[in-house]
């Protein structure tokens, strides 16, 4: 929508508001004003139709009361017909106990006859009645008097009169049977009928109001009342003539002063189209001193100063690389990864005057996953803006993927790809790629077992893309901001080289070289860790103590690469046996440490079971003096401790186990034995709920039922070099 439809629009409004909120109000001040009087005619009307229904009633009910207080039954006959012929009634009935009729006056109306004291219509009413019972002079029921009144259009134009509405008497299905309303109206007024409800008042479309009154107690009849509406004719045809007239003058006016106010406007968005497009020279004429004259003088200022303010903020961005690749070289520095990589990515975005940017890098599975993003809201493809790695792009696929795999920057303008990428939308974008440094340490290498060699070229793989997306001011991004980006790129390359090979130095130093287990150093903080875990969440924590029976035979007879080749294969064996929770460790020599959390005695009994027998049944073959390959038979030791059964801390737990290996050593190796409980315990028990099954979660509590008896051992806790094998 044009500035000039705006401006139009917006007089329209401002003129057309206040006329038809104005006769909005006279429209509904005048209804409301019409509905209150007819309202309260209507409850006056009602008033009046229960006082003259009431006052029948009474009349009718001391009639029959005339007849009832005659002592003389012969004499009643005489006294209904007095009270028929002076008009207190048009009809009296004496019935029995047994409901006959005993007498009863000539010229009544039809039966049934509505009682006064209903409050109920069970069809069409045909008369009023009063009833009174008839008692003999010692007060037994000989029956009932009744007085009727028919309720005829003579009746109901008599309401009609009193009232000063329109009347209409309906029987009991809601058809009307006597009316003083006209024909025409008829039909609206018994259809407002069936929607009143109570003493609520409705109206017809003809502009009647229509109430509802009785049945009730002292008023059985089902009447309806109405009265027509005052409002003046052809009011609402009125308004929307004077509205209608009103927007046709609005119109006008507004087309005239929206042309007269956009015209310079106009001149100026051209002017602004020019710059947008690299156009600094482009002016604006002044033709008035108001606020528009005033924007297009300061327009011409701002082009004049935006030139030199284009020169020298080029020469800043040159003097801002050389800062960033100082700042690079003290980023590489630390090992805060993510850190290093979000300051990358703002200094890359502040450089170039990039509206977003992320940082990419490759997994294993070879996938681009997100490791920072900034300005990237709105242009998510899919999953959480909030989570960076929810931006996943295959390498191969799209831009990113392109850059990723080929190794080579890309920059241009956005086309969306199909089917989608998971990349962010943007209309312009640079990606540039970095691998590490040449001559960087390739990850993985003999010494790490399950990892193979790297290739030769490994120090050149891409390692992620560094993206910036949408420079305002300028359609594409240039070849000065590739370079800038490539400079990042470098120092992203670099920082991420170095936490990988410091968190290698770090798996290196926690792990032993020759089985790749975890070595007794890390065996020192896990075993702290899992009895502070077995302590807060009331579990058990099971030690293993390996050691391999006569390995020293092995080293003797076979030399001690065969030894080596022993040592790896039983490490591997270990591994596949236990679960993915579980920790394995070489202590030292041909001493291994198994730590099974959460796990009971019965359950340790199981694994050492498994264990001995994975050894036990499939001799190693190892190479021989001659290079022909030997099959050794291999057979393991093992003791059992469980945490808090045999000792109360860490270093109680493993010398208990390693007591119970020296025992399964002395049995005659090939086997396990586990810890001896000590009596007393010397440790304060946690009082726990003894239970006979077990738990819903499967897992053992320390102090169940059946676990198993609590050794002490009164090792220090303190660090301590792994014991030898003193000659197993």
């Known amino acids: 929508m044009t500035l000039r439809g705006r401006l139009t629009a917006a007089f329209l409004t401002v003129v057309l508001g206040p006329v038809l909120l104005g006769a909005f109000f006279v429209g509904s001040t005048l209804s409301a004003v019409d509905r209150g009087r007819a309202t309260e005619r209507l409850g006056l009307a009602a008033a009046g139709v229960r006082t003259s229904v009431d006052a029948l009633c009474q009349q009718l009910r001391a009639a029959a009361d005339a007849v009832a207080l005659v002592a003389d039954p012969a004499a009643r006959p005489r006294a209904a017909d007095q009270v028929v012929g002076r008009g207190l009634a048009a009809a009296v009935q004496i019935v029995d106990t047994a409901g006959r009729t005993s007498y009863a006056t000539i010229g009544g109306p039809a039966e049934p006859w509505q009682d006064c004291a209903a409050d109920t219509a069970t069809g069409p009413v045909r008369a009023l009645a009063a009833r009174v019972r008839l008692r003999d002079p010692a007060g037994a029921d000989l029956g009932t ?13 008599r309401l009609a009169a009193v009232t000063g509405v329109g009347v209409t008497l309906l029987d009991d299905p809601g058809r009307i049977t006597h009316t003083t309303e006209d024909r025409e109206v008829r039909a609206a007024v018994l259809a407002a009928a069936r929607e009143a409800d109570g003493d609520r008042v409705t109206d017809t479309a003809d502009g009647r109001y229509v109430r509802r009154v009785g049945p009730s107690p002292g008023q059985p009849l089902p009447l309806v009342l109405s009265v027509p509406g005052e409002r003046p004719p052809g009011l609402y045809a009125a308004l929307v003539g004077a509205v209608v007239l009103a927007a046709l003058l609005a119109v006008l006016a507004a087309w005239r002063l929206a ?41 011409n200022r701002m082009t004049r100063e935006t030139g030199s303010y284009v020169a020298a903020l080029t020469s800043s961005r040159d003097q801002l690389r050389g800062h960033l690749t100082v700042l690079g070289d003290t980023l590489a520095s630390t090992h805060d990864l993510q ?47 909030a989570d960076p790695a929810t931006l996943r792009v295959p390498v191969g696929a799209g831009v990113l993927g392109t850059v990723a795999a080929t190794g080579e920057p890309l920059r241009g303008r956005w086309e969306p790809a199909d089917p989608p990428t998971g990349e962010p939308s943007c209309e312009t974008y640079v990606a540039v790629p970095f691998a590490a440094p040449r001559g ?86 896990s075993i702290r860790r899992e009895v502070e875990r077995a302590n807060r969440f009331g579990r058990m924590l099971s030690v293993l103590a390996l050691d391999l029976d006569r390995f020293k035979d092995v080293n003797d007879t076979w030399g001690h690469a065969a030894g080596d080749a022993v040592l790896v294969e039983f490490a591997r064996r270990v ?45 190693v073959r190892v190479e021989g003096h001659t290079g022909e390959p030997i099959a050794v038979p291999v057979t393991v030791s093992i003791g059992i401790a469980v945490y808090p059964d045999h000792a109360a801390g860490g270093q109680q737990v493993l010398d208990a186990a390693d007591d119970a290996l020296y025992a399964a050593k002395a049995a ?59 000659g197993r």
């Open 145 to 157: 008097v009744a007085a009727a009144q028919p309720v005829d259009p003579a009746f109901v134009a």
């Open 259 to 299: 042309r007269v106010t956009t015209r310079p406007l106009v001149e100026l968005a051209g002017a602004v189209d020019r710059v947008a497009h690299g156009d600094l020279t482009a002016r604006v004429p002044v033709r008035s001193r108001d606020e528009i004259g005033r924007l297009a003088d300061a327009f």
């Open 339 to 385: 850190r290093i990589l979000r300051v990358i990515l703002h200094s890359a975005i502040a450089a170039t005057g990039a509206r977003a940017g992320a940082v990419l890098l490759l997994d294993g599975d070879g996938v681009l996953v997100g490791q920072c993003v900034e300005g990237l809201d709105g242009r998510w493809p899919t999953g959480d803006p």
């Open 440 to 525: 960087a340490e390739p990850r993985g290498g003999p010494d790490r077992p399950g990892h193979p060699p790297a290739d030769d070229d490994a120090a050149d793989c891409a390692l992620g893309v560094l993206a910036l997306y949408d420079r305002p001011g300028a359609d594409e991004f240039d070849d000065g901001d590739l370079v800038t980006l490539r400079t990042f790129a470098g120092h992203a390359a670099v920082a991420v080289e170095n936490v990988r090979v410091h968190e290698e130095a770090q798996r290196l130093s926690l792990t032993d070289p020759l089985t790749g287990l975890w070595n007794y150093r890390y065996l020192r903080e």
């Open 575 to 619: 591994r596949g046996e236990i679960r993915e929770v579980d920790l394995a460790f070489r202590q030292g020599g041909e001493e291994f440490v198994v730590l099974l959390p959460e796990t009971d005695a019965r359950g340790a009994t199981i694994v050492a079971e498994r264990l001995g027998s994975v050894v036990r049944d499939q001799p």
């Open 668 to 726: 005659g190796r090939d086997g396990y034995r586990l810890a001896q409980a000590p009596d007393p315990v010397p440790t304060q028990e946690i009082p726990v709920v003894a239970a006979a099954v077990s738990p819903p979660d499967g897992l053992p509590r320390a102090g169940a039922a059946d676990a198993a008896p609590v050794a002490q051992s009164g090792a220090s806790s303190g660090p301590h070099p792994p014991r030898q094998s003193r």
